[in-house]
């Protein structure tokens, strides 16, 4: 049992799709289908404004079912199961029309979708629709949904902690109850359906013929993220969250032991966890893309009658390490690994075989491991050697790459004259030289156009500065030499010169440029404008001129780029964190309207109505006259000076009248 490193077979079946490591954080939820072979897996990323699911073959690699949530709902929890399809909604082949006249039901695969308005959408993958719809029960989001094989009933826990048992086929609710504990956010049926664990910070099995409390374990120190019984629900085990532990719990009805069995142990938290329908295997997957297997998970030496004296081999047998470890290591280099996003256990290789999922959710890839040599004996580190994947349109490592590589002629800038700034500085001024004065041919020759051109040069130069000195100006580059720019930085990589070409902000040469610009500088382009608006938010209104501008004019063309939604996922994220901050801010600012309207209200009403007319009335009133209208007022104005100066000397005459008749009377 040493270290094997498996070569690739292309014998198997191995899917290999593009997908980018760093774009994990898009995904929602993810899982495989409960069937032994894991033939789907479903995958739910973000949308513009919604939620996208995705339902890849995992023997194929290619997208077989795509639904996209309604606008603004968003899917808080998946569950695959199976439900009665009596041809009712779609009765078009013969076989569809005999089961609907005979009443025989079938089996069809489907997925529940918890959503966060508090119903729960039934799925179909032959249908490719919503066939049903349960309601009414839950007043917020749900945090998860279980069914039972046949499809006929349900069971589901919401935010208002609540369980519901649900009648499918009627869409109906048939018994609620409420739950032990708070935060209650996921459920596991048991393999016989009288069983359903619940979980939260702790967790607790009911009896579901009788609705009550059978089993109370605690353990963990965060809340329970998954949960997993064996085949024969003798055993439950669960993961939480930041937590590198897996607990293992005795789910037999028939005792009253509730502490753990026995702890599996990672180094890295545990994201995802499976048990084996086959036999007491238990598989984990690690937050860094690791995957841990128990042979044996349930098996514990002396956990139950121990004493004081064999205490210290009591605690070693309580924790287990993992029996084999799975990893993948990329081939250009050794020490990067790369990511598994999920794990399942399979029928193939006798059940000693996973099928794991690994790259991003632009486009998993797919493949089956087996963890067990030739003997049957497991092998303790799993190594495989893979390609790098990218989301890139051509692989770096593909013959068709290399190819392209040796028939595309290299990129050179030797040849390539910059144009710089002091290209364009005047020249000194020149001085034309002529021979003696003596020859008399040589003083008779006209001068040429260089000549008199370098003889303009001091005139030019003179003005030019005296322009300069009178105001200085900053002209805007051209649409045209910004377009060359721009395509000159894209293409060489120059970030420098990027960065200059984004410090224009003039939208009418933004959108000149982006117009002129080719298309397969466009995917560049965004990808650095969404690097630098995560990088630095504070940015966004100069950012956001340009994206807006390549989204508007580049629209036809963007949308025939097959992964683009997965190249703009962190993008999206981006945006809906900006927006979410709004609406308080509007309400903010709409309680400090109100504040505002009713301080200048109080203000005004210590204001008597004189004082309030008169503050109302303009200081200034300017009007504004024709020509004609002007002369007509100066006429006026001339005549009301004449009449005044006639006046005011018949007042001096009468005055005068009045001071002799006043003196003659005084004598």
Same mark, same amino acid.
């Given at each position: 049992?040493?270290?094997?490193?498996?070569?690739?077979?292309?014998?198997?079946?191995?899917?290999?799709?593009?997908?980018?490591?760093?774009?994990?954080?898009?995904?929602?939820?993810?899982?495989?289908?409960?069937?032994?072979?894991?033939?789907?897996?479903?995958?739910?990323?973000?949308?513009?404004?919604?939620?996208?699911?995705?339902?890849?073959?995992?023997?194929?690699?290619?997208?077989?079912?795509?639904?996209?949530?309604?606008?603004?709902?968003?899917?808080?929890?998946?569950?695959?199961?199976?439900?009665?399809?009596?041809?009712?909604?779609?009765?078009?082949?013969?076989?569809?029309?005999?089961?609907?006249?005979?009443?025989?039901?079938?089996?069809?695969?489907?997925?529940?979708?918890?959503?966060?308005?508090?119903?729960?959408?039934?799925?179909?993958?032959?249908?490719?629709?919503?066939?049903?719809?349960?309601?009414?029960?839950?007043?917020?989001?749900?945090?998860?949904?279980?069914?039972?094989?046949?499809?006929?009933?349900?069971?589901?826990?919401?935010?208002?902690?609540?369980?519901?048992?649900?009648?499918?086929?009627?869409?109906? #609710?048939?018994?609620?109850?409420?739950?032990?504990?708070?935060?209650?956010?996921?459920?596991?049926?048991?393999?016989?359906?009288?069983?359903?664990?619940?979980?939260?910070?702790?967790?607790?099995?009911?009896?579901?013929?009788?609705?009550?409390?059978?089993?109370?374990?605690?353990?963990?120190?965060?809340?329970?993220?998954?949960?997993?019984?064996?085949?024969?629900?003798?055993?439950?085990?669960?993961?939480?969250?930041?937590?590198?532990?897996?607990?293992?719990?005795?789910?037999?009805?028939?005792?009253?032991?509730?502490?753990?069995?026995?702890?599996?142990?990672? #180094?890295t938290n545990v994201t995802h966890i499976d048990f084996s329908n086959n036999e007491p295997s238990v598989l984990a997957v690690t937050d860094d893309g690791l995957v841990g297997i128990w042979e044996n998970a349930s098996f514990t030496t002396t956990t139950t009658a121990a004493t004081a004296g064999n205490r210290r081999k009591m605690m070693r047998s309580m924790t287990k390490e993992a029996d084999a470890n799975v990893k993948?290591?990329?081939?250009?280099?050794?020490?990067?690994?790369?990511?598994?996003?999920?794990?399942?256990?399979?029928?193939?290789?006798?059940?000693?075989?996973?099928?794991?999922?690994?790259?991003?959710?632009?486009?998993?890839?797919?493949?089956?491991?087996?963890?067990?040599?030739?003997?049957?004996?497991?092998?303790?580190?799993v190594t495989l050697s893979r390609q790098p994947i990218t989301n890139y349109l051509i692989d770096t490592s593909s013959i068709a790459a290399t190819n392209l590589k040796t028939t595309r002629k290299a990129y050179d800038e030797s040849a390539v004259t910059v144009v710089g700034n002091t290209d364009f500085v005047s020249k000194g001024p020149t001085m034309a030289t002529y021979k003696d004065d003596d020859d008399e041919e040589?003083?008779?020759?006209?001068?040429?156009?260089?000549?008199?051109?370098?003889?303009?040069?001091?005139?030019?130069?003179?003005?030019s500065k005296k322009k300069q000195n009178k105001k200085k100006t900053v002209d805007t580059p051209s649409a045209g030499s910004l377009q060359t720019v721009l395509v000159q930085a894209l293409h060489s990589g120059d970030a420098a010169l990027l960065e200059a070409c984004l410090q224009h902000t003039k939208i009418d040469v933004i959108n000149s440029t982006v117009r002129r610009l080719p298309t397969e500088y466009l995917i560049?382009?965004?990808?650095?404008?969404?690097?630098?608006?995560? #990088?630095?938010?504070?940015?966004?209104?100069?950012?956001?001129?340009?994206?807006?501008?390549?989204?508007?004019?580049?629209?036809?063309?963007?949308?025939?780029?097959?992964?683009?939604?997965?190249?703009?996922?962190?993008?999206?994220?981006?945006?809906?964190?900006?927006?979410?901050?709004?609406?308080?801010?509007?309400?903010?600012?709409?309680?400090?309207?109100?504040?505002?309207?009713?301080?200048?209200?109080?203000?005004?009403?210590?204001?008597?109505?004189?004082?309030?007319?008169?503050?109302?009335?303009?200081?200034?009133?300017?009007?504004?006259?024709?020509?004609?209208?002007?002369?007509?007022?100066?006429?006026?104005?001339?005549?009301?000076?004449?009449? #005044?100066?006639?006046?005011?000397?018949?007042?001096?005459?009468?005055?005068?009248?009045?001071?002799?008749?006043?003196?003659?009377?005084?004598?």
């Open positions: 049992m040493g270290k094997v490193t498996h070569k690739r077979n292309t014998d198997t079946s191995t899917v290999e799709t593009s997908a980018n490591a760093s774009e994990n954080a898009g995904i929602v939820i993810s899982a495989f289908d409960e069937s032994t072979t894991a033939d789907h897996f479903a995958l739910i990323t973000h949308a513009v404004d919604r939620h996208r699911l995705r339902i890849f073959n995992v023997r194929s690699g290619t997208v077989s079912n795509d639904y996209s949530a309604q606008e603004k709902e968003k899917i808080t929890c998946l569950s695959w199961g199976y439900l009665k399809d009596t041809g009712d909604l779609q009765a078009n082949t013969v076989q569809a029309f005999k089961k609907k006249k005979s009443g025989i039901a079938s089996l069809s695969k489907a997925i529940a979708l918890g959503m966060q308005s508090g119903s729960i959408a039934m799925y179909s993958l032959s249908h490719g629709a919503i066939i049903k719809e349960l309601t009414g029960s839950h007043t917020s989001s749900i945090t998860d949904f279980v069914m039972t094989k046949d499809g006929s009933r349900g069971y589901s826990v919401a935010e208002d902690n609540l369980i519901v048992e649900w009648d499918i086929e009627e869409g109906k #609710e048939i018994f609620k109850w409420k739950t032990d504990a708070k935060n209650v956010h996921k459920l596991k049926l048991s393999h016989d359906e009288k069983k359903l664990a619940t979980a939260g910070h702790t967790i607790t099995l009911w009896d579901l013929s009788t609705h009550s409390v059978v089993k109370k374990f605690t353990g963990h120190a965060s809340a329970v993220k998954e949960l997993a019984f064996s085949s024969q629900d003798d055993v439950l085990v669960s993961n939480a969250e930041d937590d590198r532990y897996v607990n293992v719990w005795d789910a037999q009805t028939t005792n009253t032991n509730s502490n753990n069995l026995t702890a599996l142990t990672l #180094e993948i290591i990329s081939t250009a280099a050794e020490d990067t690994v790369i990511p598994i996003l999920a794990a399942k256990f399979v029928s193939d290789n006798s059940g000693k075989s996973i099928m794991i999922a690994r790259g991003s959710s632009v486009k998993p890839s797919f493949e089956v491991v087996k963890y067990v040599d030739e003997q049957g004996a497991i092998i303790h580190d040589e003083e008779n020759v006209e001068l040429s156009i260089e000549q008199k051109l370098q003889s303009l040069d001091v005139a030019d130069t003179t003005q560049p382009l965004m990808m650095d404008l969404i690097t630098k608006f995560q #990088e630095k938010p504070s940015r966004a209104p100069v950012l956001l001129i340009w994206i807006k501008s390549v989204l508007l004019i580049h629209t036809a063309y963007l949308m025939t780029v097959p992964d683009l939604v997965g190249k703009l996922s962190n993008f999206y994220q981006a945006l809906d964190t900006r927006l979410g901050v709004f609406p308080k801010l509007l309400a903010l600012r709409g309680r400090l309207d109100i504040v505002q309207s009713q301080v200048n209200v109080k203000s005004y009403s210590n204001i008597n109505d004189k004082q309030l007319k008169r503050a109302q009335l303009p200081e200034n009133v300017y009007v504004e006259l024709d020509s004609d209208d002007e002369a007509d007022v100066e006429e006026d104005l001339s005549m009301d000076e004449d009449d #005044e100066d006639m006046s005011s000397d018949e007042d001096m005459d009468q005055d005068i009248s009045d001071s002799e008749e006043s003196s003659e009377e005084d004598l």
